[in-house]
């Protein structure tokens, strides 16, 4: 699974369809955005892959937000390695990587930005523990749990994912 680059395929779009100026007609697809909504959330609307970010496939990665948050004991970990449960992290890394757009949105729940970035910085953490063979060093699994912080607070935090995902790509 991929994200797609959206100004690459607007463009091409626009020129396929006939157009031959593609950043005029981008400019006024951003123009008319912004009629109904602030400059911010046109600019965030623009650097959006909704298709992707709205593909069954791609959110299933999102049971990792789940189960990072529950990784803090060396018998969490194991359960993960063991396959017992499983996520993708790549998966997780990928959709996280174009949620990144979705940056600057204000909802009811705030911006969605230092969420994004910590979901980021803990699933690479989770990569990294997982990768390790044997038990994962105490140091490394405190400085993951300090990273990750309170399971329900980082599990609460997809709130404003999730408020950001239906206001710029509603579906």
């Known amino acids: 699974m991929g994200c797609s680059n959206d100004s690459a395929t607007t463009a091409e779009?626009?020129?396929s369809?006939?157009?031959?100026d593609a950043g005029t007609d981008v400019e006024e697809t951003a123009d008319a955005a912004s009629d109904d909504s602030d400059d911010d959330d046109a600019a965030v609307s623009s650097s959006v892959d909704c298709e992707f970010l709205r593909d069954q496939?791609?959110?299933?990665?999102?049971?990792?937000?789940?189960?990072?948050?529950?990784?803090?004991?060396?018998?969490?970990?194991?359960?993960?390695?063991s396959g017992a449960l499983t996520f993708d992290t790549e998966a997780l890394l990928t959709y996280l990587t174009a949620a990144q757009g979705l940056a600057g949105t204000d909802t009811v729940?705030?911006?969605?930005?230092?969420?994004?970035?910590?979901?980021i910085a803990a699933t690479k953490a989770a990569q990294a523990i997982?990768?390790?063979?044997?038990?994962?060093?105490d140091?490394?699994?405190?400085?993951?749990?300090?990273?990750?912080?309170?399971?329900?607070e980082f599990i609460m935090r997809q709130a404003a994912l999730g408020a950001a995902l239906d206001e710029v790509c509603p579906s």
């Open 13 to 15: 779009s626009t020129e």
């Open 17 to 20: 369809a006939g157009g031959s």
């Open 57 to 81: 496939t791609a959110q299933g990665a999102l049971v990792g937000l789940q189960l990072i948050p529950q990784m803090t004991s060396q018998d969490q970990v194991g359960a993960l390695k």
């Open 109 to 119: 729940f705030g911006d969605p930005a230092s969420s994004i970035e910590q979901f």
């Open 130 to 137: 997982l990768a390790i063979d044997g038990p994962v060093p």
């Open 139 to 152: 140091e490394q699994l405190a400085e993951y749990r300090a990273l990750v912080g309170d399971t329900s």
